[in-house]
């Protein structure tokens, strides 16, 4: 078990320069009880917690000290990778209450406490219990057990099979009404064990091992371990066999292509087969008794007989000859006792082919597997969604709650608006979260395929079915959400079937007769309006009712125009990290065009104008002629009139910048992350519009 999983994921950061009341507005809206500080390069600084906070408050009588001032210095940093054990020893010799988890490059990922460290002992106790009794039930030999009241207190399946009992009825009895004939209650009394003791078991002939069980010296109970005699009689007519095996393995070695040898620990030839024999020139029985070493030069034989330590897929030079040799150590009741060796006389170059082939496989299976994880993933949150409107703000919120239950959701908005953002952000806000997060577009795959992509189809459904079947996005997406894109454009078959898995959580793939029953979240959206296809008939009334358990409906980009300036800040600090450059932002007179369009497109269109002017020429703000010609052509500007728009638009960002601190109660960070800027850029911005810092 790692740090990383029993750590708390959820972490928030302070700087030295945010008060003590943007950190209590932090612990508010986290619920959070401590947030590491760190500088402006993401270096711990300290921590600064709710007892720290209470200090403050106590020493000034108010909240306006810098955390700084009060922050607890020293932290200890934990590697996400560090073994749990390790930390737990730790845990038992500090009196730190926090660690901030870190990656191996710094980067703070968690939170770690001593309640989580406490959790994963719990835990990993449970973990054990639940290994021993797997052993326990597992074990082809049967146990049973009792206490210092010789009560029976263990009794695994082998024993109630071997001795007719039931561990319902015997357990918490005494062993003496159980199983009279045992030898515990003397272990017990004496102390000493009984081992390979043959004796009778309720008409049973078993071989036992019986011993006290002590704990910090004190016997606090006995066991037995016992075998029932029948099966080591059946071991001993199958040793009988052995020989005829003997001259079977006489024959496959002898049909082996490769040379195989076989040496004791002194390095001495105990066996060769005839590969091996035809090899070296000499005969097989001249070969055994001889030193490997005469015959292999330089062969690694009796040093892995000595150490132990195997050899894999050498390349040496026997008797002139370029060979690929194995060398592995015979290991007999915990003692290495000899080693194999095995020489491959096949061509090197097909060799080298044949693992060139084998990298080649591995490679594209992890590249797949890469490409799965990605689809199956969702990346963004609530607060990747830059906004600064009071609509926006109101519908994040009611995704975050939506998110929370279980019910189907349903996004409408125009296309552009941002559907899928919104249903990875709800997906990851949800308890879904570790779950898969399945997408399928309902407009982009065929009608004739959409029922098998949903469902999945069983082995022989149709000519060129995969052996074994396939699972559809339901059978993918159990335990996690499925987003249904376009869903307006399904067929009404299709519509049908869907209605089905929503309400009764079951399906049949395509072809097949088994019910397959799963566990998803559907969330649908759709750039047309369902309700006026319902009204023509062009959609069912039940499914569209099913779907529209909660709506949410994404305003187009027209409709928000305080958004846009956010927005294309977001873009640009984008743009910024992919391309390496230092794009400042948007000049008043491009901005005026920007507000003046009406954004068919909407959030998409927008970023490709940002993309396209930072593509030509674009170097520290991007002007109007940066845009394209459409956006420019309808919004023509005198030079009069510059410094009208250089005041609406300061009016603007000015209206933005006060909208996201009301939002985020006055946090600086939480509103820079809501307008799509850095928190260095919203302090610059803040001091050029004269709003206080």
């Not at 009404?177 to 009394?189: F, G």
């Not at 953002?421 to 309902?442: E, T, Y």
């Not at 999945?456 to 996690?480: C, I, N, S, V």
């Not at 230092?582 to 104008?609: K, M, T, Y």
Request: glycine residues 10%.
């Amino acid at each position: 078990m790692l740090v990383k999983e029993i750590m708390s994921q959820k972490v928030a950061l302070l700087q030295p320069g945010d008060t003590m009341r943007d950190a209590l507005a932090l612990f508010q809206a986290t619920g959070l009880d401590a947030a590491p500080v760190v500088d402006d390069d993401a270096r711990i600084l300290g921590i600064f917690t709710r007892s720290r906070l209470y200090q403050g408050l106590l020493e000034t009588g108010n909240l306006d000290g810098g955390v700084g001032n009060f922050m607890k210095t020293g932290v200890i940093t934990v590697d996400q990778n560090t073994s749990f054990e390790t930390v737990a020893q730790k845990v038992k010799t500090t009196e730190v209450g926090q660690a901030v988890v870190t990656t191996g490059d710094g980067r703070i990922v968690g939170m770690l406490t001593k309640a989580d460290v406490i959790r994963g002992l719990l835990s990993q106790k449970d973990l054990l219990l639940g290994e021993l009794g797997t052993v326990l039930d597992s074990m082809h030999n049967g146990i049973f057990a009792i206490d210092q009241q010789c009560t029976m207190t263990i009794l695994n399946p082998a024993a109630e099979r071997c001795l007719g009992l039931n561990a319902g009825e015997a357990l918490g009895r005494p062993i003496q009404s159980v199983l009279p004939e045992s030898d515990l209650p003397e272990v017990l009394a004496s102390g000493e064990a009984r081992v390979g003791r043959k004796q009778s078991l309720r008409s049973v002939t078993v071989v036992s091992n019986s011993t006290p069980i002590c704990v910090g010296g004190i016997i606090t109970g006995a066991t037995t371990i016992f075998q029932d005699l029948t099966e080591y009689e059946a071991v001993a007519r199958r040793l009988e066999s052995v020989s005829g095996l003997h001259k079977t393995l006489d024959n496959i070695l002898a049909l082996a292509y490769e040379g195989i040898v076989v040496v004791d620990g002194k390095g001495a030839i105990t066996m060769a087969n005839k590969a091996m024999a035809d090899f070296t020139g000499l005969c097989q029985e001249a070969l055994v008794g001889q030193p490997v070493s005469s015959v292999m030069d330089g062969t690694c034989l009796p040093m892995v007989a000595r150490t132990g330590t195997q050899e894999l897929a050498q390349v040496q030079v026997v008797r002139g000859r370029k060979v690929l040799v194995s060398c592995l150590p015979i290991i007999e009741e915990g003692r290495v006792s000899g080693a194999v060796g095995k020489i491959t006389f096949r061509g090197l170059e097909e060799i080298r082919e044949i693992a060139r082939r084998i990298e080649t496989l591995e490679s594209r299976v992890a590249y797949y597997q890469e490409e799965l994880s990605r689809f199956t993933r969702a990346r963004y949150t609530l607060d990747h969604i830059v906004s600064a409107s009071h609509e926006m703000a109101r519908l994040k919120e009611e995704a975050r709650r939506a998110a929370m239950g279980n019910s189907t959701v349903l996004l409408q908005g125009e296309t552009g608006t941002g559907k899928e953002l919104f249903a990875q952000a709800l997906h990851n806000a949800s308890p879904r979260r570790l779950g898969p997060f399945i997408k399928v577009n309902c407009a982009a795959i065929p009608p004739d395929l959409l029922e098998s992509e949903f469902f999945g189809y069983a082995e022989g459904a149709f000519t060129g079915a995969r052996k074994g079947g396939k699972p559809g996005k339901f059978e993918l997406a159990d335990g996690g959400t499925l987003f249904l894109d376009e869903v307006g454009d399904m067929s009404p078959n299709l519509q049908a079937k869907i209605l089905r898995v929503l309400e009764d959580r079951e399906f049949e793939r395509v072809g097949g007769t088994e019910v397959v029953r799963v566990d998803v979240r559907v969330i649908a959206a759709s750039n047309r309006d369902l309700g006026q296809l319902v009204a023509q008939q062009a959609f069912r009334e039940d499914l569209y009712y099913r779907l529209n358990v909660v709506a949410l409906t994404i305003l187009p980009l027209r409709h928000r125009k305080e958004d846009i300036l956010p927005l294309a800040n977001h873009f640009i600090e984008k743009l910024n990290r992919q391309m390496g450059m230092e794009i400042r932002g948007v000049s008043p007179d491009a901005l005026s065009v920007l507000q003046a369009h009406d954004w068919p497109g909407n959030v998409r269109e927008l970023e490709n104008a940002i993309e396209r002017a930072v593509n030509l020429g674009a170097a520290y703000m991007i002007e109007r002629d940066h845009l394209p010609a459409y956006l420019v052509s309808a919004t023509p500007v005198t030079g009069g009139e510059q410094a009208g728009y250089r005041a609406s638009v300061e009016a603007a960002e000015r209206d933005a910048i006060v909208r996201a601190l009301e939002a985020s109660g006055g946090n600086k960070s939480l509103a820079a992350r809501h307008l799509g800027v850095s928190r260095s850029t919203l302090y610059q911005k803040m001091q050029r519009l004269s709003l206080k810092t």
